[in-house]
């Protein structure tokens, strides 16, 4: 539940369109409800302005389904990551989407889009990462435009798109292999970047620890790195600093 739910709800108690016992009924599960195998954190949107997403992967279908259908029926809207489709299948909320490329589940309804976030892949095995990273940020009401596949093998494909970053706040740039992509792009544009390294590449790419020592020790400043193959976290943070930007 956010500022503005709060406040409505308050508004209608004032006005007597709910009763004293309604109110107390919808605030009772601040700040979270206790279900016994989770914690649910209904408060966190109103302290820090993203409210509690599901981590779905090690999750027991049932108990990830549970907890989405407790926050959908608080906030009206609810977020899993790395969610398989046996728990989207269980879920039963229209409108409903999954992304099988970034095993994302968004419900709810769609708040308008602001701000301007580019999300760059370096190649097409990168695009489940820079997904993840997309969906995120759209889903906290960031506008978001997709830049796929123009890593350094082929750099004339970025350089004939630098266009796209015009009007952009920040820029989500998502490679594996060697890792080179956010430095060239930091190199040719003006805008905060946060780089996310993936775990795509051949033996000596360690898994993603060799794209995420490139980004870690890149000569172009201004450069965030998040965590191998953190798309969520990327779109979370891209999100944060389109919001400042705009509020500017």
Same mark, same amino acid.
């Given at each position: 539940?956010?500022?503005?739910?709060?406040?409505?709800?308050?508004?209608?108690? +004032?006005?007597? +369109?709910?009763?004293?016992?309604?109110? #107390?009924?919808?605030?009772?599960?601040?700040?979270?409800?206790?279900?016994?195998?989770?914690?649910?954190?209904?408060?966190? +949107?109103?302290?820090?302005?993203?409210?509690?997403?599901?981590?779905?992967?090690?999750?027991?279908?049932?108990?990830?389904?549970?907890?989405?259908?407790?926050?959908?029926?608080?906030?009206?809207?609810?977020?899993? *990551?790395?969610?398989?489709?046996?728990?989207?299948?269980?879920?039963?909320?229209? @409108?409903?989407?999954?992304?099988?490329?970034?095993?994302?589940?968004?419900?709810?309804?769609?708040?308008?889009?602001?701000?301007?976030?580019?999300?760059?892949?370096? @190649?097409?095995?990168?695009?489940?990462?820079?997904?993840?990273?997309?969906? *995120?940020?759209?889903? #906290?009401?960031?506008?978001?435009? /997709?830049?796929?596949?123009?890593?350094?093998?082929?750099?004339?494909?970025?350089?004939?798109? $630098?266009?796209?970053?015009?009007?952009?706040? $920040?820029?989500?740039?998502?490679? @594996?292999?060697?890792?080179?992509?956010?430095?060239?792009?930091?190199?040719?544009?003006?805008?905060?970047?946060?780089?996310?390294? /993936?775990?795509? @590449?051949?033996? /000596?790419?360690?898994?993603?620890? /060799?794209?995420?020592?490139?980004?870690?020790?890149?000569?172009?400043?201004?450069?965030?790195?998040?965590?191998?193959?953190?798309?969520?976290?990327?779109?979370?943070?891209?999100?944060?600093?389109?919001?400042?930007?705009?509020?500017?």
């Amino acid at each position: 539940m956010d500022k503005e739910a709060i406040k409505t709800l308050l508004v209608s108690l +004032q006005n007597g +369109q709910i009763g004293v016992d309604e109110a #107390l009924n919808k605030l009772k599960h601040l700040p979270y409800e206790d279900i016994e195998f989770a914690k649910i954190d209904h408060h966190r +949107q109103l302290r820090g302005g993203i409210a509690e997403v599901i981590f779905g992967e090690g999750k027991k279908t049932e108990d990830a389904i549970e907890i989405a259908r407790r926050i959908y029926n608080m906030s009206g809207r609810v977020l899993i *990551t790395r969610a398989s489709k046996e728990i989207y299948d269980g879920l039963h909320i229209d @409108g409903a989407r999954y992304y099988p490329t970034s095993r994302l589940i968004e419900a709810g309804e769609g708040r308008k889009k602001i701000g301007r976030i580019v999300v760059v892949s370096a @190649g097409t095995a990168d695009i489940p990462v820079s997904e993840e990273a997309a969906v *995120t940020a759209s889903f #906290l009401s960031s506008s978001v435009e /997709t830049l796929y596949d123009v890593g350094v093998a082929g750099l004339h494909r970025l350089l004939s798109n $630098v266009g796209v970053f015009e009007g952009a706040n $920040v820029v989500i740039v998502a490679a @594996g292999m060697e890792g080179a992509l956010p430095s060239v792009v930091g190199s040719l544009i003006d805008k905060p970047i946060i780089a996310v390294p /993936t775990s795509v @590449g051949y033996g /000596t790419s360690l898994g993603g620890l /060799t794209p995420l020592f490139a980004m870690l020790n890149s000569c172009v400043p201004g450069i965030a790195v998040m965590n191998i193959d953190n798309g969520f976290g990327a779109g979370c943070l891209a999100h944060k600093i389109n919001i400042l930007a705009v509020h500017d």
